[in-house]
């Protein structure tokens, strides 16, 4: 908790690494998961090149999503505009934009796939399964960044740590670590693998 002469803004070096040091180690050991993911998937991957040429663009893109929501949602908190309570309607207002945003990303990326695999002669995924994968996996990944980004930003809050030092880093380390299960568990049934 914050002590007398602490404030959630502090800019003391050694109150921000020792709260963001074993929570980066953590994340770190958590993140490997993410890795043997990826690693398990590789027949999958192999079989359907351009799932491989999508895992960045997946992953990144739905933990940029969450660190947008939790870096809005840090500053309301900051400004004493957020309660991060079911009424607030502005939280809510955040929420859609960023589902907005993801739809938006990861329709793109489904057709940015699928015209690269055309282009490179390799037409073993359909545009609709591209879209099912990306749309099915990336809203998916939406949710969990949302989830995450709420969760992060009240639980730092009320322990007294500064929502900007750890919020990003839990939030894209969680995204990375369940949206490549998600993808692909949600490739592996749409081409049925």
């Not at 055309?118 to 949710?143: H, K, N, Y």
């Amino acid at each position: 908790m914050i002590g007398s002469n602490e404030s959630l803004g502090s800019w003391q070096a050694s109150r921000i690494v020792r709260h963001m040091a074993p929570l980066l180690i953590a994340l770190s050991m958590i993140v490997l998961i993410a890795g043997v993911t990826l690693e398990d998937a590789r027949g999958l991957l192999a079989e359907y090149g351009i799932l491989a040429v999508m895992v960045p663009t997946m992953i990144a893109a739905g933990g940029n999503l969450g660190a947008i929501l939790s870096a809005r949602l840090s500053t309301r908190l900051h400004l004493g505009l957020a309660d991060l309570r079911v009424r607030d309607r502005t939280l809510w207002a955040n929420v859609a934009a960023i589902y907005a945003l993801g739809l938006t990303l990861f329709v793109a990326l489904a057709v940015g796939a699928y015209t690269i695999s055309r282009l490179t002669g390799d037409p073993a995924v359909t545009l609709f399964e591209l879209l099912t994968i990306a749309l099915g996996s990336g809203l998916a990944i939406v949710s969990i960044a949302v989830v995450a980004s709420i969760t992060a930003t009240w639980a730092s809050y009320r322990l007294g740590v500064d929502p900007d030092d750890v919020t990003i880093p839990v939030v894209t380390n969680v995204v990375d670590v369940l949206g490549m299960l998600v993808f692909v568990a949600v490739s592996s049934a749409v081409l049925g693998f």
